[in-house]
């Protein structure tokens, strides 16, 4: 799909209830009736927790709009992006879709979403100030915020008593072979480390900075963690079936598969932060899902208002409960531990950038990840020449 405290080994299946933070009550007021139809996109996967929990939204939705169509369109995710910009420039598309804010700089940038800014005017008091701003670009709206995301370390805790808390924990665990450690071999699982190592990745005029420290020793760092014996995966599919038959005993990975790993582990499965470093704490990247508009749309006010429904207290409480999605709106009572430990790590990571600078930081570091595990390069050298190829890319 792409975002802190743990729950306690010793944690009950149900920790004390508590309110998302950054949120209040939300007004009582009804929202008005719906009518018309709506085409709608998602790539939350076929069966999945968020699936069931989409449609049990959308049910209630239909069942208080009894004038209103919704025909929901499931997309690969993989896809979702580029086929929503290429059918909307042509003037097409769906009515809306709902997903993270990885391309939301860009797609406003190509004129590819509807500033919502004025419909949504005084609509969103109390939520997520993360996930408000994560919804804009140059302080303009163009989504609806519906939850944040950012990645976490899963654990079974019946192989693991206590989750490590630091980097050094967490390699001699992996040395030892008491913990059996999976990570995803991308640039966005791993960039929470570069941050415990005391790595910033740009300075407020939006050059890259990741070549004056901390980067380097993350880099090595997951050198380390290689020649210790976790395993990197190209295919998190497989990452996650490893998981989930025992295979791994711990991974870093997002909310979204809350309910998939509750099937397999049960009240085995905890969450824990990706260990803070010898310099801070963990920063991965916090990301905001929520729903866009299409400026084609037959009726923007019809699918802004859909939206608003979608994201109300009653409709977030589903997606917290039932797909462990960490509220944008106010108002939603978090019981589960787990999904509480997503909601620290979401809310002491790193908010997603928007901007031009940011989206050249990708290719570069990615492939500066993959110099680094799979031919044993120098970590000093790949930072500094990736560094160097996303400021020539921002022109700076």
């Known amino acids: 799909a792409a975002c802190s405290s743990p729950a306690a080994s010793t944690a009950p299946s149900a920790a004390p209830a508590s309110v998302a933070p950054e949120s209040v009550a939300p007004g009582s007021e009804a929202p008005a009736a719906l009518s018309g139809e709506l085409t709608l996109w998602h790539s939350y996967g076929s069966g999945g927790g968020e699936t069931g929990a989409l449609n049990k939204v959308l049910e209630t939705v239909r069942a208080a709009n009894p004038d209103l169509k919704v025909t929901v369109v ?13 059918d909307v420039l042509a003037g097409g598309g769906p009515d809306m879709f709902i997903a993270p804010n990885d391309e939301l700089f860009n797609q406003t940038d190509a004129g590819a979403l509807l500033d919502i800014t004025d419909k949504v005017s005084g609509k969103l008091e109390g939520f997520s100030q993360v996930a408000v701003d994560g919804s804009q670009v140059g302080g303009k709206f163009h989504m609806v915020p ?29 040395k030892d072979g008491s913990i059996k450690l999976g990570l995803n071999q991308g640039i966005y699982h791993m960039f929470g480390f ?7 990745l740009m300075d407020d005029a939006g050059k890259c900075t990741a070549d004056q420290g901390g980067f380097a020793d993350a880099f ?8 210790g014996g976790a395993k990197y995966y190209t295919d998190g599919n497989a990452m996650k079936q490893d998981f989930q ?3 791994l005993n711990a991974v870093v990975d997002g909310p979204w ?68 999605h960490v509220p944008a709106a106010p108002g939603v009572t978090i019981n589960d531990p ?27 570091f990615g492939d500066a990840l993959n110099q680094v595990l799979d031919k044993n390069a120098d970590p000093t050298a790949t930072v500094a020449n ?8 921002s022109g700076l």
């Open 194 to 200: 570069t941050g415990a190592f005391g790595g910033t």
């Open 146 to 174: 519906e939850s944040l995301k950012a990645v976490a370390m899963w654990y079974d805790k019946s192989a693991i008593a206590t989750p490590p808390d630091s980097t050094d924990a967490l390699l001699a665990g992996v």
């Open 386 to 393: 990736a560094c160097k190829l996303m400021n020539e890319a």
């Open 245 to 247: 038959n025992g295979k």
């Open 74 to 86: 499931e997309q690969p995710f993989s896809d979702i992006f580029k086929k929503w910009q290429t």
């Open 220 to 227: 090595k760092y997951f050198q380390d963690l290689k020649a």
């Open 257 to 324: 598969q809350t309910a998939d790993f509750k099937t397999a582990l049960g009240d085995k499965l905890a969450v824990a932060p990706i260990p803070k470093g010898p310099a801070d704490d963990a920063n991965p990247f916090t990301g905001t899902d929520g729903w866009y508009i299409n400026p084609n749309a037959a009726d923007v006010d019809l699918a802004v208002n859909f939206a608003l429904q979608m994201v109300s207290t009653p409709s977030e409480q589903v997606f917290t409960d039932e797909a462990g």
């Open 338 to 364: 787990i999904v509480q430990g997503f909601a620290d790590a979401a809310a002491n990571g790193l908010p997603r950038p928007q901007s031009k600078q940011f989206g050249n930081f990708w290719t570069p």
